[in-house]
């Protein structure tokens, strides 16, 4: 039994107990969040997709940890023209534990 759910612009696969890494959620560790963007449930061999989200299913999530990617470099370099420019980019992330999923 899986599901896919849209946060952050983005679209994630998920097993209750499975930890997934979102884009970061103004939440304290520890609280619980309710996703409601929910695109595709299957069950065995029934599968519900939604049109555009599916608001029979109930996805809750406990909220584990907050952090920041490793960081990345970003350098725009044009030759013979003295421009050189480096900058760095760190992404925050939220790491959420799925508890439950439930069809209601």
């Given at each position: 039994?899986?599901?896919?759910i849209k946060n952050g612009g983005k679209q994630y696969q998920v097993n209750e107990g499975k930890t997934v890494?979102?884009?970061?959620?103004?939440?304290?560790?520890?609280?619980?969040?309710?996703?409601?963007?929910?695109?595709?449930?299957?069950?065995?061999?029934?599968?519900?997709?939604?049109?555009?989200?599916?608001?029979?299913?109930?996805?809750?999530?406990?909220?584990?940890?907050?952090?920041?990617?490793?960081?990345?470099?970003?350098?725009?370099?044009?030759?013979?023209?003295?421009?050189?420019?480096?900058?760095?980019?760190?992404?925050?992330?939220?790491?959420?534990?799925?508890?439950?999923?439930?069809?209601?």
């Amino acid at each position: 039994m899986y599901a896919i759910i849209k946060n952050g612009g983005k679209q994630y696969q998920v097993n209750e107990g499975k930890t997934v890494r979102l884009e970061k959620i103004n939440l304290p560790t520890g609280k619980n969040i309710e996703f409601n963007k929910i695109l595709i449930f299957v069950n065995n061999s029934n599968v519900q997709i939604g049109n555009p989200t599916l608001s029979n299913i109930k996805i809750i999530g406990n909220i584990t940890n907050h952090g920041r990617h490793k960081k990345i470099n970003i350098i725009k370099f044009n030759r013979r023209k003295h421009y050189k420019k480096k900058q760095g980019h760190r992404q925050y992330f939220t790491d959420v534990k799925i508890t439950s999923i439930n069809s209601i």
